[in-house]
């Protein structure tokens, strides 16, 4: 069984990719080849960006089943709307008027199963796709890219680690920001979650709400502070009073934010950042 | 009035303190946090509440174990995976799968499964410094976060026309998802905050894309653009592309941080910096 780590953060920006790229980089070189990278933030995946040399292998539509109404077989009884919990169907009876508004169907067969008279049909609407890559080292991404106008997050997520193949030994799960149902959906059958914030005000407000969140669903976890020495130092008072684990610690350093910015963090890698991953990945190593 | 909407894609680009320095300087408007999932604007604005409600989001089915005859028909028909067996025997939802469609209560031949909505998430109108707040706080893990901005915009622009407020200013959440789609569909404005590098580039393209099936007029501003001047070449290029005015280049200045651990804007902290002069007139292009 492959350990599954996830990424996350509650605030955005805090380094999750950096993170999360950085730990694939360094597992494939201290521990192991088989190491699988898995881009969840599908409303904004970035992982791509810092492997230049990468090459598609495959490609697949994730589609949503959004049911029509066949108008010649509907009494417009209104039984599917009132079943409908998204208030994605409307019926007008006295106009003969039945239609379902795909941008509010969850999808979740409820119309069809309310329906006496077989006039619902699903259709395959696309919400995004699934792609994975091979990259230089390591088994490779799996990116999951949510299309424009899409609302259908959470399940492009569950679709995309549907598709991960379990043949990897660590399995890398970088999760979108926030604290919501997607967020829950890429953390929830992780074995660890390593939660990356940075020591500012609105880094550790956002952390508390994670926090909340993973003990509700019983998760264990450990921190890393990353852009060290920038903000204060209530985010290392909160932990400790918490009594939560340091993981790592990563300083704030604006070239480091440039070779981000350029797309280059796993070029000409300091030796004292290889020796911090070291670090985190030893500690890792513990929690699984 | 007139409603401006702040969005960047990617997380941790400075939208919280750019709508916080913005609210420094405009006056005649209310706010309204749509980060609804990790909101962070209340940390500088420091409200006084003075409503709070409850917003009922979805449906959480439970089993009831006394009547469940273990037929399995509702494992069946759930789409979401959100039933499972127990290891003892009989089955059990897991709150954070439901997505609360109530098919398995209506499908029960027992009536074991009831559903009741989650009261996990709260809104607040408060009185602060910059003018009226509209915020909220969701519960983790919950669901809806589209219906919960759209729910407190509605009533930040009714406290617009009942105070007789020229603007309405949001603080947007990060993505082009659900909360995203709710945060910009009908507003007037949107003011892009990019961060100069190839995931802030990549990001910002989705929601230009995003706002473009709207037609909403936007702007932009790029924030810490000393950190690659490439990079900002680019973003130049695209904005010049899609016709995007970019009304100021904004340098890294550590403070930014100092303001925000201090609970102040930057216009509070150092009305003569650079970034605040910088502000003021970009309010003055987008009021």
């Known amino acids: 069984?492959?350990?599954?780590?996830?990424?996350?953060?509650?605030?955005?920006?805090?380094?999750?990719?950096?993170?999360?790229?950085?730990?694939?980089?360094?597992?494939?070189?201290?521990?192991?080849?088989?190491?699988?990278?898995?881009?969840?933030?599908?409303?904004?995946?970035?992982?791509?960006?810092?492997?230049?040399?990468?090459?598609?292998?495959?490609?697949?539509?994730?589609?949503?089943?959004?049911?029509?109404?066949?108008?010649?077989?509907?009494?417009?009884?209104?039984?599917?709307?009132?079943?409908?919990?998204?208030?994605a169907i409307v019926v007008i009876p006295p106009v003969q008027?039945?239609?379902?508004?795909?941008?509010?169907?969850?999808?979740?067969?409820?119309?069809?199963?309310?329906?006496?008279?077989?006039?619902?049909?699903?259709?395959?609407?696309p919400i995004g796709e699934v792609t994975f890559y091979k990259t230089q080292e390591g088994n490779g991404l799996a990116e999951g890219r949510l299309k424009i106008g899409s609302a259908m997050q959470t399940m492009l997520i569950k679709e995309l680690?549907?598709?991960?193949?379990?043949?990897?030994?660590?399995?890398?799960?970088?999760?979108p920001p926030g604290t919501s149902c997607p967020v829950v959906e890429t953390v929830s059958d992780a074995d660890y979650i390593v939660l990356v914030t940075e020591?500012?005000?609105?880094?550790?407000?956002?952390?508390?709400?994670?926090?909340?969140?993973?003990?509700?669903?019983?998760?264990?976890?450990?921190?890393?502070?990353?852009?060290?020495?920038?903000?204060?130092?209530?985010?290392?008072?909160?932990?400790?009073?918490?009594n939560i684990e340091i993981i790592g610690e990563i300083p704030f350093n604006k070239s480091y934010a440039s070779k981000y910015a350029a797309g280059n963090l796993l070029k000409d890698i300091s030796p004292e950042t290889e020796q911090r991953y070291k670090e985190i990945i030893e500690n890792l190593k513990k929690k699984l | 009035m007139k409603e401006?909407?702040?969005?960047?894609?990617?997380g941790g680009t400075g939208k919280t303190s750019i709508t916080a320095a913005i609210a420094s300087v405009a006056d005649n408007a209310v706010f309204c946090d749509n980060d609804v999932d990790a909101a962070d604007l209340h940390l500088i604005f420091k409200p006084k509440v003075l409503e709070e409600h409850t917003f009922f989001s979805g449906y959480k089915a439970t089993i009831h174990d006394d009547e469940c005859t273990r037929c399995g028909i509702c494992y069946d028909h759930c789409r979401f995976d959100a039933i499972h067996y127990k290891d003892l025997g009989g089955l059990y939802v897991n709150?954070?799968?439901?997505?609360?469609?109530?098919?398995?209560?209506?499908?029960?031949?027992?009536?074991?499964?009831?559903?009741?909505?989650?009261?996990?998430n709260y809104w607040f109108i408060s009185e602060t410094r910059m003018g009226k707040l509209v915020h909220a706080k969701m519960g983790p893990g919950e669901e809806n976060s589209g219906k919960l901005v759209s729910e407190i915009r509605g009533r930040?622009?009714?406290?617009?026309?009942?105070?007789?407020?020229?603007?309405?200013?949001?603080?947007?959440?990060?993505?082009?998802?659900?909360?995203?789609?709710s945060s910009v569909t009908g507003t007037d404005t949107v003011l892009l905050v990019i961060e100069p590098t190839h995931s802030g580039l990549h990001d910002i393209k989705r929601v230009v894309d995003l706002i473009d099936?709207?037609?909403?007029?936007?702007?932009?501003?790029?924030?810490?653009?000393?950190?690659?001047?490439?990079?900002?070449?680019?973003?130049?290029?695209?904005?010049?592309?899609?016709?995007?005015?970019?009304?100021?280049?904004?340098?890294?200045?550590?403070?930014?941080?100092?303001?925000?651990?201090?609970?102040?804007t930057i216009v509070e902290y150092n009305p003569e910096s650079e970034i605040s002069k910088k502000i003021k007139e970009v309010w003055e292009k987008i009021r």
């Open chain 2, 213 to 264: 099936s709207f037609k909403i007029p936007s702007f932009a501003v790029i924030n810490k653009y000393d950190i690659n001047k490439e990079v900002v070449g680019e973003i130049e290029e695209f904005l010049n592309r899609n016709n995007i005015p970019l009304l100021a280049n904004l340098p890294f200045d550590k403070q930014m941080v100092e303001a925000m651990v201090n609970g102040q």
């Open chain 2, 95 to 120: 709150p954070f799968q439901c997505e609360g469609c109530r098919l398995c209560e209506r499908v029960c031949p027992v009536q074991a499964i009831t559903s009741k909505r989650s009261d996990n």
């Open chain 1, 1 to 87: 069984m492959a350990k599954k780590i996830a990424i996350a953060s509650g605030k955005g920006g805090t380094g999750k990719t950096t993170v999360s790229v950085n730990l694939y980089h360094f597992i494939n070189k201290f521990v192991t080849p088989k190491v699988q990278l898995v881009d969840c933030d599908v409303e904004e995946p970035n992982d791509l960006l810092f492997f230049k040399d990468s090459e598609e292998v495959t490609k697949e539509t994730i589609n949503q089943l959004i049911p029509r109404i066949d108008n010649d077989k509907c009494t417009y009884c209104r039984k599917c709307a009132e079943w409908c919990e998204y208030n």
């Open chain 1, 161 to 175: 680690k549907k598709r991960v193949p379990d043949d990897a030994e660590w399995i890398l799960f970088d999760a």
């Open chain 1, 97 to 125: 008027f039945a239609e379902v508004n795909g941008s509010l169907c969850h999808s979740c067969g409820a119309c069809l199963v309310a329906c006496e008279f077989d006039a619902m049909k699903e259709y395959p609407e």
């Open chain 1, 199 to 242: 020591p500012t005000p609105f880094g550790l407000h956002d952390l508390t709400l994670m926090i909340e969140m993973l003990k509700d669903i019983k998760q264990p976890f450990g921190v890393i502070v990353n852009k060290a020495g920038l903000g204060n130092n209530e985010v290392y008072k909160y932990l400790k009073k918490e």
């Open chain 2, 156 to 181: 930040a622009k009714e406290i617009a026309k009942e105070t007789g407020a020229g603007y309405v200013i949001n603080d947007g959440p990060p993505g082009i998802g659900c909360a995203a789609i």
């Open chain 2, 4 to 10: 401006i909407t702040i969005l960047s894609g990617k």
